[in-house]
T-cell receptor
Framework: KNEVEQSPQNLTAQEGEFITINCSYS?????LHWLQQHPGGGIVSLFM???GKKKHGRLIATINIQEKHSSLHITASHPRDSAVYIC???????????FGTGTRLTIIP | DVKVTQSSRYLVKRTGEKVFLECVQD?????MFWYRQDPGLGLRLIYF???????EKGDIPEGYSVSREKKERFSLILESASTNQTSMYLC???????????FGEGSWLTVV
């Protein structure tokens, strides 16, 4: 069993739809990262959160530490949101991140 | 604007060649990382460095070495490239994992 699992692996939606991507983890964490990777490779950090909820524009990230689960939501999705979304968790006591394998999101106009 | 810069975006090398991938960050971060990304496997940590001249092995260090002579620069070295090292390599830096991690644009390496 992977230490960090994301679902779904692939998601296609129409422009304007509400999007949810889930991340479940089995390792202990101090903070969880949500990352965005566009075609071409570069990765951008969207959120780092250790409790509750964070919002940035149309993006909302939530985390439930007890249930070891986080979600990334996108409201009013747009084709430019098409990307791979990756969650990553650090291990207690060291600087290593374990990554999920990513969710490929495609928003159709 | 913060920056992690990887010197080469696309490289094609022959089996057995020595390959250097360079990464420079301008944020005075202590921690720097090299990952490789392969389809279906996600990002895997090769090496990381938490200070100048300090390094630690990640999950897949075999076939790689690193150098960090200056705080801003972290180099990944493939001593003798092999075809199974064909991959996309990502460099990253961070102050610590309580804060944001910044990634470079990636280096696509093909070993033929």
């Amino acid at each position: 069993k992977n230490e960090v699992e994301q679902s779904p692996q692939n998601l296609t939606a129409q422009e304007g739809e509400f999007i949810t991507i889930n991340c479940s983890y089995s390792v202990g964490i101090s903070a969880l990262h949500w990352l965005q990777q566009h075609p071409g490779g570069g990765i951008v950090s969207l959120f780092m959160l250790s409790s509750g909820k964070k919002k940035h524009g149309r993006l909302i990230a939530t985390i439930n530490i007890q249930e070891k689960h986080s979600s990334l939501h996108i409201t009013a999705s747009h084709p430019r949101d098409s990307a791979v979304y990756i969650c990553a968790v650090p291990h207690f006591g060291n600087e290593k991140l374990t990554f999920g394998t990513g969710t490929r999101l495609t928003i159709i106009p | 604007d913060v920056k992690v810069t990887q010197s080469s975006r696309y490289l094609v090398k022959r089996t057995g060649e020595k390959v250097f991938l360079e990464c420079v960050q301008d944020m005075d971060h202590e921690n720097m990382f090299w990952y490789r990304q392969d389809p279906g496997l996600g990002l895997r940590l090769i090496y990381f460095s938490y200070d100048v001249k300090m390094k630690e092995k990640g999950d897949i260090p075999e076939g790689y070495s690193v150098s960090r002579e200056k705080k801003e620069r972290f180099s990944l070295i493939l001593e003798s490239a092999s075809t199974n090292q064909t991959s996309m390599y990502l460099c990253a830096s961070a102050t610590d994992f309580g804060n944001t991690i910044y990634f470079g644009e990636g280096s696509w390496l093909t070993v033929v």
